[in-house]
């Protein structure tokens, strides 16, 4: 069963980093797109990078531009999200996401809660 697993979340305070991953179990496709996406409270889920498997070309969304990178590495079955200078506005559960397929379908990861505050 195609699987993403997600970890790396917790409590952080503003101005500190933390470092998220995502391991793609059971993935046996050759062409995808993986992405991270957050919902905070009484907020909609939103899409905040992405990376695509086949030539390395991200994406960012405005609100993380310049602090978060998101990167992977196939050997490992991995992606990562790196963020840096995290805001209390960054507080949310964040999602691993992998779009596949012909029609790029949606497989989702469990969330992972990250906290910023003092």
């Known amino acids: 069963e195609v699987q993403l697993q997600a970890s790396g979340g917790g409590l952080v305070q503003p101005g500190g980093s933390l470092r998220l991953s995502c391991v793609l179990r059971e993935f046996p496709f050759d062409d995808y797109i993986l992405g991270w996406f957050r919902q905070a409270p009484g907020k909609e889920r939103e899409g905040i990078a992405c990376?695509?498997?086949?030539?390395?070309?991200?994406f960012y969304g405005d609100s993380v531009k310049g602090r978060f990178t998101i990167s992977s590495d196939n050997a490992e079955n991995t992606e990562y999200l790196q963020m840096n200078s995290l805001e209390p506005e960054d507080t949310a559960v964040y999602y691993c996401?992998?779009?596949?397929?012909?029609?790029?379908?949606?497989?989702w990861g469990q969330g992972t809660l990250v906290t910023v505050s003092s």
């Open positions: 990376i695509s498997n086949t030539d390395g070309h991200t």
């Open positions: 996401n992998a779009k596949v397929g012909s029609t790029w379908s949606d497989i």
